[in-house]
Structure formats: structure tokens, C-alpha cells
């Protein structure tokens, strides 16, 4: 039976930890094993405490602040599943999309899958259902056209949460990124190997600043320089 290793980098989620470890747990997926791996970067929080009462993860902590990408790589360090999903530790992303993103390659169509919210995630700049953080989505849209004009494919979402990978893909991948910047990285290299990545789409709760979110415009500068950087270099 195959394990799916679920890697989920953390930093300051005393709020949202606990609730997703949860989500994940309950998830089904039947004819797969699954293995949680969650790092702490560092948290100053009370996740780390939250952590250490935890039951059947793993549980690993930094011993000071690098970034989600180091945190990710420690993770995959430890993974010993053939398939590897990355889970964001706050609930914008929810792992009922689990199976959804499973499927292609169960059925061995794929052995990259993305989750793609920009299908479903209209920008809007007012009403009732306007865009939480429009910036982010135009940037992200801004990312995911450059990333098609440099290494092509049909990706629509390159900064995803949701990324699914063969681990065999991501053993063969030297991952460089401690940042933000991971998520342009870890594409540029898939898509430069020339795998294909399925996408498969999915709904998101983003949250504002003031409910927690971390990334900034400055790593929306840094993806743009990874994406060039690694298109002319390995």
C-alpha cells in the first residue's frame, strides 16, 4: 500500500494548528497510508506546546526562524511516503480536496498535481463577495504568466499550497529556496525537467494580514528573480 506524506511547515498557528491537524486526521483516503510531518519554524507562539501533545506525527522543530521552504525541505527530509502533499497550517486550505488532487496520479496520468484556485477565485473589487487581498491575486497572476513565457505548460496557479509530487520528482530536485520563494522554485524546476503538471481545481478561505498572513510584496519580488534565476540556471 502506498503512504501519502503530508508536510505541513508551521510558524506561530496557535490558533488554526490544532484544527487542521485535525481536518487531516479525519481525512479518508482509502488504499493509502498517510504520514503526518509537521516542522515548527521556530514558532514563539504556544504551537510548539499544542504540538507536543500531539499523537501520531511527526513533529520537528527548528531551532530558529529560516522560512516555509527550509521548513519544507526538513520535512521531506523525513518523509518516507512514495507521494508528498504540502498543507498550509492555517484553514484556507482544506484537505478535503485531498482526494481530488490524488486521483490523477493513482491513476498514474500524472505524477505532479496542482490545485488551482485562480479558476474558481474571481477578482472582484467590491460587493458582498469582493477579493480578500486583490493584490495577491493580480501578482499571482503576474507570477503564473511569467512562469508560462519562461518555461511554458498550462499552469494557471504557480503560487498554489496545494502541491502534490511524486517523491521520486522532488528526490531528483535540488531544492535551494528557505522562503516563500520555494513554491517558484520547486516549479521552475519540475517544469524545466519536462513534467507535466495537472491541475485540478479547488475553493480556498484566504485570510487578511489581521487573521494572520505572512506572505509579502517582497516575496512576490523574490519569486519573480527565482523564476529568471533558475531558467538559465540548474
Same mark, same amino acid.
Given at each position: 500500500?502506498?503512504?501519502?506524506?503530508?508536510?505541513?511547515?508551521?510558524?506561530? /498557528?496557535?490558533?488554526?494548528?490544532?484544527?487542521?491537524? @485535525?481536518?487531516?486526521?479525519?481525512?479518508?483516503? $482509502?488504499?493509502? @497510508?498517510?504520514?503526518?510531518?509537521?516542522?515548527?519554524?521556530?514558532?514563539?507562539?504556544?504551537?510548539?506546546?499544542?504540538?507536543?501533545?500531539?499523537? @501520531?506525527?511527526?513533529?520537528?522543530?527548528?531551532?530558529? @526562524?529560516?522560512?516555509?521552504?527550509?521548513?519544507?525541505?526538513?520535512?521531506?527530509?523525513?518523509?518516507?511516503?512514495?507521494?508528498?502533499?504540502?498543507?498550509?497550517?492555517?484553514? /484556507?486550505?482544506?484537505?478535503?480536496?485531498?482526494?481530488?488532487?490524488?486521483? $490523477?496520479?493513482?491513476?498514474?496520468?500524472?505524477?505532479?498535481?496542482?490545485?488551482?484556485?485562480?479558476?474558481?477565485? $474571481?477578482?472582484?473589487?467590491?460587493?458582498?463577495?469582493?477579493?480578500?487581498?486583490?493584490?495577491?491575486?493580480?501578482?499571482?497572476?503576474?507570477?503564473?504568466?511569467?512562469?508560462?513565457?519562461?518555461?511554458?505548460?498550462?499552469?494557471?496557479?504557480?503560487?498554489?499550497?496545494?502541491?502534490?509530487?511524486?517523491?521520486?520528482?522532488?528526490?531528483?530536485?535540488?531544492?535551494?529556496?528557505?522562503?516563500?520563494?520555494?513554491?517558484?522554485?520547486?516549479?521552475?524546476?519540475?517544469?524545466?525537467?519536462?513534467?507535466?503538471?495537472? /491541475?485540478? $481545481?479547488?475553493?480556498?478561505?484566504?485570510?487578511?494580514?489581521? /487573521?494572520?498572513?505572512?506572505?509579502?510584496?517582497?516575496?512576490?519580488?523574490?519569486?519573480?528573480?527565482?523564476?529568471?534565476?533558475?531558467?538559465?540556471?540548474?
Amino acid at each position: 500500500m502506498k503512504t501519502l506524506s503530508i508536510i505541513i511547515p508551521v510558524f506561530n /498557528e496557535e490558533k488554526t494548528i490544532k484544527q487542521i491537524l @485535525n481536518k487531516v486526521k479525519q481525512i479518508k483516503l $482509502p488504499n493509502l @497510508n498517510k504520514e503526518i510531518i509537521v516542522i515548527s519554524d521556530c514558532s514563539t507562539d504556544n504551537t510548539d506546546r499544542i504540538l507536543s501533545t500531539e499523537k @501520531n506525527i511527526k513533529f520537528i522543530r527548528h531551532k530558529k @526562524n529560516i522560512g516555509k521552504g527550509a521548513a519544507v525541505k526538513t520535512g521531506l527530509k523525513e518523509a518516507t511516503g512514495d507521494l508528498v502533499i504540502i498543507q498550509d497550517a492555517d484553514l /484556507e486550505y482544506d484537505p478535503i480536496y485531498y482526494a481530488k488532487l490524488l486521483e $490523477p496520479v493513482l491513476r498514474e496520468k500524472a505524477s505532479v498535481v496542482y490545485g488551482t484556485r485562480l479558476k474558481n477565485y $474571481p477578482l472582484k473589487f467590491w460587493g458582498k463577495n469582493k477579493t480578500v487581498l486583490p493584490s495577491h491575486l493580480i501578482a499571482n497572476k503576474f507570477l503564473t504568466l511569467l512562469t508560462k513565457i519562461l518555461y511554458g505548460g498550462n499552469v494557471t496557479d504557480m503560487e498554489t499550497g496545494y502541491k502534490l509530487f511524486s517523491k521520486k520528482i522532488l528526490d531528483e530536485i535540488d531544492i535551494k529556496s528557505n522562503k516563500f520563494d520555494f513554491e517558484a522554485e520547486v516549479t521552475a524546476k519540475v517544469l524545466k525537467r519536462k513534467v507535466s503538471i495537472v /491541475e485540478v $481545481p479547488i475553493s480556498v478561505t484566504p485570510r487578511t494580514y489581521k /487573521e494572520g498572513k505572512k506572505i509579502g510584496w517582497e516575496d512576490g519580488i523574490s519569486a519573480i528573480w527565482t523564476l529568471i534565476k533558475y531558467r538559465f540556471i540548474n
